[in-house]
């Protein structure tokens, strides 16, 4: 498998010479799989860059786009999306519940013409609509897994494994929400568990969540702990916080690098930024 972040940042897009880094675009993964199949997750800001990088390589392009939810920050980027502006391109949408519902009117409301000047019943590719659930999918020989994450509105994390190995995307999730919990620490952990890659927001500092308490996000020190909890190869820092900058997050990841170390931890530590490739 193949992994390429394209928007890293979590909430709205932060362009400047603050996040020239770890990039200001918001959030989107590219994720190929053994057999070659395109996997997107999420169509933040970042999708407009990856679409033109599919747009230059030249073949018809069959796309499979999921949606951890439908805040802005994970849709905004998709009416930018060349591949959806070909004939060529098939385009199947996979939402959860209760996402799925109204997922169709959701992206035609955002390109009604009060916001934007192409409907969406002009794109010219092939768009279908799947709708997902807790349990297992299948594309190809890969097996898609899903898990509610704690979030306003409700959104998903999603679990890819292909081959011998697993990548798990978990993205605007508080994994210690004041008001309850829909899914527990330990489902997590269970979720996550021996992942090659674990991808997992902290768009906090600990001492932030007390003003930011039920918003639907963590902190560093908890997405630190999960990855351990759950024995995961390398854990990647993602939805950063769009007022942190480029040399705040190094040293945050430098920090927590040093904790891992002086622990003799063999997990490795990274901190999501545009451009960033790994290969499984």
């Known amino acids: 498998m193949k992994l390429r972040f394209w928007g ?5 897009p932060s362009p400047g010479e603050d996040t020239v880094v770890y990039g ?3 959030t989107c993964i590219e994720l190929q799989l053994n057999d070659g199949s395109l996997i997107v997750f999420d169509a ?3 999708i ?3 679409g033109r990088d599919i747009e230059n390589r030249n073949n018809n392009q069959n796309i499979n786009l999921f949606l951890s939810h439908s805040h802005w ?6 009416p930018f999306f060349n591949p959806a502006y070909n004939d060529n391109t098939t385009i199947t949408i996979y939402g959860c519940p209760p996402t799925y519902q109204k997922l169709r009117e959701i992206l035609t409301n955002q390109m009604e013409s009060r916001y934007f000047p192409i409907n969406f019943n002009e794109l010219k590719a092939k768009i279908f609509f799947r709708e997902i659930n807790n349990g297992e999918y299948r594309i190809g020989n890969a097996r898609f897994y899903f898990i509610q994450n704690n ?3 409700t959104a998903y994390g999603f679990k890819v494994t ?3 190995h697993s990548v798990v995307f978990i993205t605007d999730n508080e994994l210690d929400p004041p008001n309850g919990k829909v899914t527990t620490w330990k489902q997590f952990i269970d979720f996550c568990q021996g992942a090659d890659i674990l991808i997992h927001d902290a768009q906090y500092l600990e001492q932030e969540l007390t003003n930011n308490s039920g918003f639907g996000h963590s902190s560093y020190e908890q997405a630190m702990r999960l990855g351990l909890d759950a024995g995961a190869k390398h854990l990647i820092f993602f939805h950063h916080n769009p007022e942190r900058g480029d040399r705040e997050i190094s040293r945050i990841i430098n920090k927590f690098k040093s904790l891992l170390a002086s622990k003799n931890c063999t997990m490795s530590l ?3 930024r545009e451009g960033l490739e790994l290969r499984l």
């Open 48 to 50: 407009r860059e990856l």
């Open 44 to 46: 933040g800001t970042g």
């Open 73 to 78: 920050d994970h849709i905004q980027g998709f």
């Open 24 to 26: 200001g675009n918001t």
């Open 270 to 272: 990274s901190a999501a």
């Open 162 to 164: 292909d081959g011998n």
């Open 8 to 12: 890293t940042r979590g909430s709205i």
């Open 151 to 153: 979030h306003p509105g």
